[in-house]
């Protein structure tokens, strides 16, 4: 059974319709996928309901966007939480305004020296979407000022561009906290995927671990050889799950679906933990 638990779609910032996202998991050979959209559980329906007609089990998901005490830029997925759940929607609703302010600003400082405006972004974001950096990417891809979005992120969106702007995000202790609150299942994202820019110390680790974190993203592309293995290492001495999973944006990555995947026991034990809802479809035995 191949299972991948980290992908995203156009109601955040891939590029596929939450349907589509299923219907390209099925087409890629994998069992179980789940759909972890920055900051909103608006896809799961569609997603469920394309994943059943597909044969394929869903877990609904999504992506925490969190900040450390030191400005580093931190992600928790969080499985089978309760989509309701007050304490952990006031905080994402405060996250996702806080985002929308931020990329008003650099869009206005990017337009001194780009072709680029307002309007030009909210052409490139899906009805109800989170707005983000990859949409302002995508805004300078149809300019014809980068070649496509891994340009834009190297160069001009980076975090240390002077177009940059932080944004309000959690802390990650109180992300887990709110995930754990709601019934769900908090596992730390690409946790020292360096390549991508600062990643938190040990510290934060355990200061999330001591919150209640549940699991790491130990397979991912973003990160290294030698980090994995620490991952490997801090995971049993915490009993902490271990994932594996692609972070497929559509064409919005070159990522590509089950490139990396999760055992099926620990999806089991993910679908044990998680009580804020529920995995829709078969399990493995």
Not at 50 to 63: H, I, R
Not at 152 to 180: M, Q
Not at 255 to 275: K, Q, S
Request: net charge negative.
């Amino acid at each position: 059974m191949r299972i991948d638990l980290h992908t995203h779609s156009s109601v955040s910032d891939g590029t596929e319709q939450p349907a589509e996202v299923m219907a390209a998991a099925a087409g890629a050979g994998l069992d179980v996928v789940a759909l972890t959209d920055h900051d909103t559980t608006a896809g799961w329906a569609e997603a469920a309901a394309a994943a059943a007609k597909l044969g394929l089990a869903f877990v609904p998901g999504m992506e925490v966007s969190c900040r450390s005490a030191e400005g580093i830029s931190v992600h928790v997925l969080s499985y089978l939480h309760d989509p309701e759940h007050p304490g952990l929607l006031e905080e994402i609703a405060r996250s996702r305004a806080a985002r929308v302010s931020r990329a008003e600003l650099m869009v206005s400082r990017l337009a001194e020296d780009f072709p680029i405006d307002w309007a030009a972004v909210q052409e490139q974001v899906a009805p109800g979407a989170t707005i983000g950096r990859p949409h302002i990417a995508d805004a300078l891809v149809a300019a014809g000022v980068v070649p496509n979005r891994s340009a834009a992120f190297s160069g001009i969106l980076t975090a240390r561009s002077p177009y940059f702007v932080a944004h309000y995000a959690p802390e990650p202790a109180r992300a887990v906290e709110l995930v754990r609150q709601a019934g769900g299942v908090p596992v730390f994202a690409h946790p020292v995927a360096s390549s991508r820019g600062r990643v938190v110390g040990e510290a934060t680790f355990h200061e999330m671990i001591d919150a209640g974190l549940l699991g790491v993203e130990v397979d991912h592309r973003d990160n290294p050889e030698e980090g994995r293995q620490w991952l490997r290492r801090l995971a049993g001495e915490n009993s902490l799950l271990v994932t594996g999973s692609s972070d497929y944006h559509g064409t919005g990555k070159p990522n590509r679906l089950a490139e990396f995947t999760t055992d099926p026991a620990v999806l089991v034990r993910i679908a044990e933990l998680g009580t804020g809802s529920a995995v829709v479809g078969t399990l493995p035995d």
